[in-house]
C-alpha cells in the first residue's frame, strides 16, 4: 500500500563533517524505507509548510520551544536533557555512546604500552556528552596508578594551565580529548613546551575531522563516531513516531563509535637500529624455542620486507643468519662451560628446532 506523502523538516548543522554525515544516513534511510518523505532542511520558519515531525541537533536549542508547539513528533540528535522542553507530542534522542567513545580511547592506549600519566581535556562548554564520556575514561584508567588530571578546555588562561598539567605529568603520558578542535590545541601547547608528540604526549581526539586531522602537526589519531549510522537511526526513530501516532514510546537509541583512525600523534616513529634492537631482543630470548624468520618479523610488528631490509642496513646480514649465529653462540658456550659433548649439545637444541644447527659456522 502507498503511504501518503509526509514532508520532515531537518534542523541540522549541515557545514561540517559530522552534520553530513548524519544528512547521508538520513537520505540513506528514506531512500531504502520511507520514499513517501519529502525532507526540507532549514532553519525554523513557523511560517513555512508545516512538517509532519522533525529531526533536529543540539545547535538548534533555541528553536525547540516553537517545534514543541507544533505537537508533532521530534527526535532529538544528541542534545542534552536540560534543554529539551516539554514535548506533548512523542519525542525520542538519538545519541552516540560517549562511554564506547571514551573505551575505545582508553583501549587504544593500552594497546600503545603503559603510560605513567592520563589526562582527559574537556570541551568549552563542559557539555554533558563530554562528562560522561571523561568519567568513563577516568575509570577505565584508574587502575594501575598512573596519575590522573582533567582539564577545562586550552583557551585563554587555561592554555597556561594544560601546559603545567602537560610539563608535571611524569612521562610518557597520554591525552584524550573531548573532539579534535580540543586536541588541536593540545599539540600546539607540546609544541611550546617542547614536548615530543607521540614520544612524551600521547594524543587522541574524537570526530576524524579530516581537515583538522590531516593537517595538524604532527598528523592526529581520532576516534570516529558513527554520525551516519546516527542519522540512519534518527529518521527509523521518526518513522517509527509516525507510523505510531499517540501511542510510540519515548526511547534514547545509542550509536556506537566505528573506531581508532590511527595517526602520528599515538603512532611510534621507529627508527631502523629500533627496529633491528626489536628483532635481535626476540631472537636472544627465544632462539631455542624453534623460532623463525616470520616468528621474528611479527614480533618486530613490520613486514617481513622491511625487517629484512633494516637487518641488512643496519647489522650487515639477514634475519636468518642471526637466528643461526644466536643457536650456534650458545652451543658453543654449552661446549666451553660443561662437560657436555657435540653430540649432547646438538640434541640440546635439536628437539625444539625441528632442524639441526650447524654449530661452527653463522650461515
Known amino acids: 500500500m502507498t503511504k501518503s506523502p509526509l514532508t520532515v523538516s531537518l534542523l541540522l548543522a549541515c557545514t561540517g563533517g559530522s552534520g553530513r554525515l548524519r544528512l547521508s544516513g538520513i537520505f540513506r534511510y528514506i531512500h531504502e524505507r520511507a520514499p513517501n518523505w519529502t525532507t526540507v532542511v532549514r532553519p525554523f520558519d513557523s511560517s513555512a509548510l508545516p512538517a509532519a515531525g522533525y529531526i533536529v541537533d543540539g545547535l538548534h536549542a533555541g528553536e525547540f520551544a516553537s517545534i514543541a508547539r507544533e505537537r508533532v513528533p521530534v527526535v532529538t540528535l544528541d542534545v542534552e536533557k536540560k534543554l529539551l522542553p516539554r514535548f506533548s507530542a512523542p519525542v525520542s534522542d538519538v545519541k552516540i555512546d560517549n562511554g564506547?567513545?571514551?573505551?575505545?580511547?582508553?583501549?587504544?592506549?593500552?594497546?600503545?604500552?603503559?603510560?605513567?600519566?592520563?589526562?582527559?581535556?574537556?570541551?568549552?562548554?563542559?557539555?554533558?556528552?563530554?562528562?560522561?564520556?571523561?568519567?568513563?575514561?577516568?575509570?577505565?584508567?584508574?587502575?594501575?596508578?598512573?596519575a590522573y588530571a582533567a582539564l577545562p578546555h586550552p583557551a585563554n588562561d587555561s592554555f597556561m594551565r594544560l601546559l603545567?598539567?602537560?610539563?608535571?605529568?611524569?612521562?610518557?603520558?597520554?591525552?584524550?580529548?573531548?573532539?579534535?578542535?580540543?586536541?588541536?590545541?593540545?599539540?600546539?601547547?607540546?609544541?611550546?613546551?617542547?614536548?615530543?608528540?607521540?614520544?612524551?604526549?600521547?594524543?587522541?581526539?574524537?570526530?576524524?575531522?579530516?581537515?583538522?586531522?590531516?593537517?595538524?602537526?604532527?598528523?592526529?589519531?581520532?576516534?570516529?563516531?558513527?554520525?551516519?549510522?546516527?542519522g540512519y537511526e534518527a529518521a527509523k526513530e521518526l518513522d517509527r513516531l509516525l507510523s505510531r501516532p499517540g501511542k510510540a514510546a519515548h526511547r534514547m537509541p545509542l550509536v556506537r563509535g566505528s573506531g581508532v583512525v590511527v595517526r602520528s600523534s599515538t603512532r611510534p616513529v621507529y627508527t631502523a637500529e629500533a627496529i633491528v634492537q626489536a628483532g635481535m631482543e626476540f631472537?636472544?630470548?627465544?632462539?631455542?624455542?624453534?623460532?623463525?624468520?616470520?616468528?621474528?618479523?611479527?614480533?618486530?610488528?613490520?613486514?617481513?620486507?622491511?625487517?629484512?631490509?633494516?637487518?641488512?642496513?643496519?647489522k650487515g646480514t639477514t634475519i636468518g643468519a642471526e637466528i643461526a649465529a644466536a643457536r650456534v653462540k650458545h652451543a658453543q658456550k654449552l661446549l666451553k662451560t660443561t662437560n657436555m659433548s657435540l653430540a649432547t649439545a646438538r640434541r640440546a637444541l635439536t628437539p625444539r628446532l625441528g632442524a639441526r644447527p650447524r654449530l661452527g659456522s653463522t650461515g
Open 100 to 146: 564506547e567513545i571514551a573505551r575505545l580511547a582508553a583501549a587504544h592506549f593500552r594497546e600503545l604500552g603503559r603510560f605513567n600519566g592520563y589526562v582527559y581535556v574537556h570541551d568549552p562548554d563542559m557539555s554533558e556528552w563530554s562528562t560522561i564520556r571523561e568519567r568513563r575514561f577516568r575509570k577505565l584508567v584508574a587502575d594501575g596508578g598512573a
Open 164 to 230: 603545567d598539567t602537560l610539563a608535571g605529568q611524569p612521562k610518557p603520558v597520554a591525552v584524550f580529548c573531548a573532539n579534535d578542535r580540543c586536541a588541536s590545541n593540545v599539540l600546539s601547547a607540546c609544541k611550546s613546551a617542547g614536548l615530543k608528540v607521540p614520544a612524551d604526549v600521547a594524543v587522541v581526539g574524537v570526530d576524524n575531522d579530516t581537515l583538522l586531522c590531516n593537517y595538524s602537526d604532527p598528523t592526529l589519531t581520532s576516534i570516529e563516531p558513527d554520525f551516519e549510522r546516527e
Open 283 to 314: 631472537i636472544r630470548g627465544n632462539f631455542a624455542q624453534g623460532i623463525t624468520v616470520t616468528s621474528v618479523t611479527r614480533a618486530m610488528r613490520v613486514s617481513r620486507r622491511l625487517a629484512e631490509l633494516r637487518f641488512h642496513q643496519v
